[in-house]
């Protein structure tokens, strides 16, 4: 008999999307379970880049002060097109990231073997480890409708089988029954594909080839983000920890074999390995020169599919993340940030309603708020890797991308493509009836309502210590109320009598805090008043429920 | 037969001095030990102000971060004075840092244990515990100048003795060759006696008692320092880490006995604890009240001793460092900060000369910096005991201290009290006699010659990340060599030109680097060029060993 088990969320997948979730579920004190089908976690390659907003979420989980410490920082990207007098030339430099609101104004890059890393540590402080090498063989979800209502039962059976157990008659297959199932398991997702879930969207015919090594080089910007449009074709350089770079090298159809019937790239009968791909970004270098110095650390050669699941998940108990949801090109450095935000998206809904704080149909904005994320990014992904798979503009081929074309599609989509441009539409919440109405736009000039809180730095009136307010809101599964109360100052006695009136009302019996349990809220009250001229004490005692709020 | 060792630089005591020492000499790869007569580390109490200065030093050795972790800041300073009315009122509020320059423009409040666990644990790393509980009961110097002169010689034979060795007929004695010897060992130190070195100045009437607890109060600045001037005595509040606060309380004769022969409280007879300094705390509060909520976490009663030995070394292989040499009053929270950096000033030195680099008469150098220190913080010291301890100015005490007179010493003194004033003159330093003229200020407008380097954030020209350049001089124990080389832009030819002499002189058999063994210098070339226009790559090779610099 295979062994059997309850947890409350099980998590298919430990790449970024799945770590995210585990790490973030076992914070929340959820049950949570992660298994992994490979033995050990990625060493080398893959996605390597951390968007602005990616790294302001890992901070919210404390989590960024180590990617901050181990990454690479991109700051500057450069621009090279075709010289009049042959080879490339610098045609421009700007901000690698230009949203103004931007707390970390660069992109980090660290392989993703040291993402995860960041992930794994973090969670065994926390008591959690990755079960591996396990895959999932059967998956059933209940079809009874009170079951499927009732966010305390365990609808979802999932059958596991272990990869590491021996031959000696030791039973491989376990039984696990689950509240919530999350599948985080790739591009080929096995949760996808089980469910039935179609991928919407299309290969393209733009190859490409990633190598990464440590470059012997005389090239001025190989430090920086470079988009190389030459007339040998296209190069992107991402600078890495220490001192790698990665190259992404345009291929033509002749260097590469595709499989018609896959639509993958066929690598037994394509001839090309890291020393041509190299090759290659020689020709688009030109007139400088790049050399490895040392081993080539990790390569790969892929075709764009640009793909959105039509579903991001089943009666909301089994929901599918990251690259099982959607893909795209690697260029844009969005895949990994999206996967990661995806469950950032998911732990604390999913936290709320296991903890009884929200309706179990709270779950279903995820899939509102991610999926419309998605198909934009795709729509992004299209037009940039159009621009930049394109022939650049020369004085043979008019009719190809400019270098005013490329910057400013670069600069247009900066927002976005940074992650601090999320912007999630109106969905009712109807789990928590009073307040729900998150339309009150008209309330707030500056913050929009929708998109996430608006770095910026407050000082502490207790201590005069200046604080980023996206600190002071971290994501730890609480609501936050944050009460601006304007100037309470020596002499505002009008304001003072307002929040004064404000703060009766939120503590009396039937007043908001009180009708929910400790703990659900966190206040923090703002004020305008000079740090001179502020007596914490003179706030309420309701609004500053200790001296550091 | 006692067992017989050799070491290169033996620390007699696990304070902050001591700890900073052993840390630093460890870090920089010389044979050191460290032994202390304390079972355990210091829990609770103690000092535990730490100043800018002291921040950017711990900085440099990569310890800052676990500090400001842990710490409390105080970023601002009220000042109370008797009200008209009866009891005290707030005079004003400034900033605790006024010094411009600040790269941490606060201070950190940490209790003793804390801050030693920073460095007992960064030792640890580095493969080095602290030996304990020993203390010594022999030092021996030889008088054979040639011994003395020869920097590889064990001229210090010291006799330690394990107080934790069972009475089995094990031998507790151990005899300890040492080539340099620091005592670290606090105010009451073993080494300056048995060196017989005198301690100059006097013991002051100025008679605090300390506590430290977790108040409950309503009084507005009670996590601010504050200097509180009342007709019923002054007392200074000095927030600290989570919610705890050290309140240091002025006595009068009345409330303590002193013995007459030692000088010190004699705490048999005094009848003063922690509750009835609490109760003298309540009459200054005053309309404000405070209570402790929980326990006392520790208390002390202490006369202010304003004392500098008269030397602090022996022929340059005996040194006292810390309390063992400078002793003051603590509210100016300068006592563990002097300490920490005079073993900070002596790390370098003795790693310099135990590696041939440097003469062994560059340790003359700390005494000459570090007393001249320790006399002008004594100075400071005494001025601001005075107007402290003193009586407020009130309708009824007209020759009193003012708010005025008081706020304007606070602000005097500020650079000086928190470590960013620290101005050394010029000493030769005879071991490297091409380099030897510190005396160049003509040269260099900003930087004074004698201070550190003033904080300010560079970009680096290869990735145009912002670094700070204390971050790229760390106390590594290499020198460092940094090139102003102005703008070398397109078309600033003749500086270039000049820039690229100055790389071959320096790089040329006969020039400074070669001279010297590889290693010895870091180079970091700074360039006043924007940086859109600036390739790392135009700079000559010998001021860019990597594109880091």
């Known amino acids: 008999m295979p062994t059997e088990s309850k947890v409350d969320v099980l998590v298919l997948g430990a790449g970024p999307a799945g770590l995210m979730c585990a790490q973030g579920l076992k914070r929340a004190g959820v049950n949570v379970r992660i298994i992994d089908k490979r033995p050990k976690k990625v060493a080398a390659g893959q996605a390597d880049g951390v968007q602005p907003r990616t790294i302001e979420v890992l901070q919210s989980y404390g989590l960024a002060e180590r990617l901050l410490r181990e990454g690479n920082q991109m700051h500057m990207v450069a621009f090279y097109n075709p010289s009049p007098n042959g080879g490339i030339e610098r045609t421009g430099r700007t901000a690698d990231i230009t949203a103004p609101s931007a707390r970390y104004p660069f992109e980090v890059t660290l392989h993703q073997g040291a993402i995860e890393a960041i992930f794994l540590d973090s969670m065994r402080e926390l008591g959690l480890e990755v079960d591996r090498p396990i895959i999932p063989t059967a998956l059933e979800l209940s079809h009874d409708e009170n079951e499927l209502r009732d966010p305390q039962s365990y609808p979802v059976k999932v059958t596991l089988k272990h990869l590491d157990f021996g031959s000696e008659g030791q039973d491989d297959t376990e039984i696990v029954y689950a509240k919530f199932v999350v599948g985080a398991d790739g591009a080929h997702s096995w949760v996808r594909k089980t469910l039935g879930i179609i991928m919407d969207g299309e290969q393209t015919d733009y190859i490409w080839g990633v190598v990464d090594l440590i470059p012997s080089t005389n090239f001025p910007d190989i430090r920086n983000r470079c988009a190389i449009h030459s007339s040998n074709g296209s190069c992107m350089i991402i600078p890495r920890e220490g001192d790698k770079v990665r190259l992404y090298i345009q291929l033509s159809d002749k260097d590469v074999v595709v499989d018609k019937a896959t639509g993958r790239v066929d690598k037994e009968k394509t001839k090309v390995g890291p020393e041509e791909l190299l090759e290659v970004a020689r020709k688009s270098f030109s007139p400088f020169t790049i050399e490895k110095a040392g081993e080539i650390d990790w390569w790969t050669i892929y075709l764009i599919g640009q793909r959105v699941a039509q579903k991001f998940s089943v009666h909301e108990r089994v929901f599918i993340a990251g690259d099982a949801c959607h893909t795209h090109s690697p260029k844009a450095g969005q895949g990994m940030n999206a996967s990661m935000n995806d469950t950032h998206n998911l732990i604390w809904k999913m936290t709320y309603v296991l903890r009884g704080w929200a309706d179990i149909s709270l779950l279903r904005t995820y899939e509102f708020e991610r999926r419309k994320y998605a198909q934009d990014l795709i729509a992004f992904d299209k037009k940039f890797s159009a621009l930049f798979s394109g022939k ?158």
């Not at 493509?417 to 729900?436: A, F, K, L």
């Not at 309470?488 to 009766?504: F, H, T």
């Open 392 to 549: 650049p503009r020369t004085e043979e081929c008019q009719d190809g991308v400019s270098h005013e074309a490329f910057l400013e599609a670069f600069q247009t989509f900066g927002a976005f493509s940074c992650g601090i441009g999320i912007h999630y539409s109106p969905s009712s919440i109807p789990s928590m009836p009073n307040i729900t109405e998150l339309k009150h736009q008209s309330l707030t000039s500056h913050q929009t309502v929708g998109m996430r809180i608006l770095p910026h730095v407050f000082v502490r009136a207790a201590d005069a210590r200046p604080f980023e307010i996206q600190d002071l809101l971290p994501a730890n599964t609480k609501w936050k109320l944050v009460v601006f109360v304007g100037d309470i100052g020596p002499g505002k006695i009008k304001q003072i009598e307002r929040v004064a009136k404000l703060a009766d009302d939120l503590g009396k019996s039937t007043g908001l805090l009180k009708r929910y349990e400790d703990g659900v809220f966190e206040i923090l009250t703002i004020c305008a008043t000079v740090k001179e001229c502020l007596n914490y004490t003179d706030l309420p005692e309701v609004l500053r429920p200790h001296w550091s709020r």
